[in-house]
């Protein structure tokens, strides 16, 4: 019977985000992450054919952990303004309860090396992305958001206004302050009409 493996992917795919949160994509090779863990270097290539595969991996688990809480916050009240508050205030409480993988959304998936990644992998990427931008889009129609202005409103109100309200937070690896997710849906209240309050 062979024995278990001594070192599971999730594992090597936590140490591989504590490097890129750390020090960046760049941070991220095949011989730091058996580093991180104390693996041979034969154990990280067991699982990932290549530093691509890796950059890919530790990329969409992130990115996909993200969606999922991103997509049951927007779906989460039939009230569409409600739904957005609650999108605007997710991307800061998410942030805040997973600060090292907030801080490696923030470089993108070029960043990570998207141009090298496998078919399969750009097609998963390509997947999550299309998901949520049916759903602000479907949203932003909800709202009166229509158009190219309204569907830039409706980015800026949930996503960019929310990352600009934590982004310097994140990047200088200091705590978000509890006023963030007030900021953020007030911040989208305003740009779809609701004013501040």
């Known amino acids: 019977m062979p024995r278990p493996p001594r070192f599971d992917t999730g594992e090597l795919l936590d140490a591989a985000v504590l490097l890129a949160a750390d020090g960046g994509p760049a941070a991220v090779t095949m011989s730091a992450v058996a ?54 205030r997710h991307v800061v409480a998410w942030s805040r309860d997973h600060p090292r993988e907030a801080a490696l959304l923030l470089y993108g998936a070029e960043e990570f090396g998207r141009s090298g990644w496998s078919e399969e992998h750009r097609e998963r990427a390509d997947r999550g992305n299309g998901r949520v931008f049916a759903r602000l889009h479907e949203l932003g129609t909800a709202v009166g958001a229509t158009g190219p202005e309204g569907r830039d409103r409706i980015v800026l109100a949930l996503i960019d206004l929310p990352l600009a309200a934590i982004r310097r937070y994140l990047r200088a690896g200091l705590p978000l302050p509890p006023h963030a997710e007030d900021l953020a849906e007030k911040s989208a209240a305003a740009l779809l009409g609701e004013g501040t309050a």
Request: charged residues 20%.
């Open 35 to 88: 580093q991180a863990v104390g693996a041979p270097s034969g154990s990280v290539y067991h699982r990932f054919t290549g530093r691509p595969a890796l950059l890919a991996e530790v990329w969409l688990r992130t990115v996909e952990g993200f969606q999922e809480g991103y997509l049951a916050a927007l779906d989460g009240d039939p009230d569409p303004r409600q739904a957005a508050r609650a999108g605007a």
